[in-house]
């Protein structure tokens, strides 16, 4: 089951917010869409973060304001994962990083730079579905 390509497995859309976005509106977008990352984007459309849950998790506990836009709090570093990569790859690639998605993106295997937008996300959550038949 880990040696289904990566690109056979994305379903789901790559979902965005911008940068100025606050950070209660974009927990309430990971509510809605059920997920637990989301890819930061400039006013360009440009990719220039990522945020989590446990990110948000994190400002929340050191007093950062929930009206704070999401550009104080994201990761500004992308691990990728090519498409043509295994799940296999991908999660060992998640491991060696301590992240639990990869975006993905041509050419990409670990930290990566995103000059264009990603062809979609893996998670660790998508891995355990495809390992357990639910996928």
Not at 19 to 44: K, Y
Not at 81 to 102: C, D, F, H, W
Not at 116 to 135: F, K, L
């Amino acid at each position: 089951m880990l040696e289904i390509k990566v690109s056979e497995f994305l379903k789901k859309p790559l979902i965005t917010v911008e940068e100025e976005m606050s950070l209660r509106d974009a927990a309430r977008v990971m509510r809605n869409e059920g997920i637990s990352g989301l890819l930061v984007v400039n006013s360009a459309g440009q990719p220039v973060g990522v945020v989590s849950d446990t990110d948000m998790v994190r400002a929340l506990s050191r007093g950062i304001d929930k009206d704070s836009s999401v550009a104080g709090i994201m990761s500004r570093s992308f691990f990728g994962v090519s498409p043509e990569a295994t799940l296999q790859e991908a999660a060992r690639i998640m491991k060696e990083n301590g992240v639990s998605r990869l975006f993905v993106v041509r050419g990409a295997h670990g930290k990566t730079e995103l000059s264009q937008m990603p062809e979609g996300i893996i998670s660790i959550s998508d891995i355990i579905s495809a390992m357990a038949g639910w996928g």
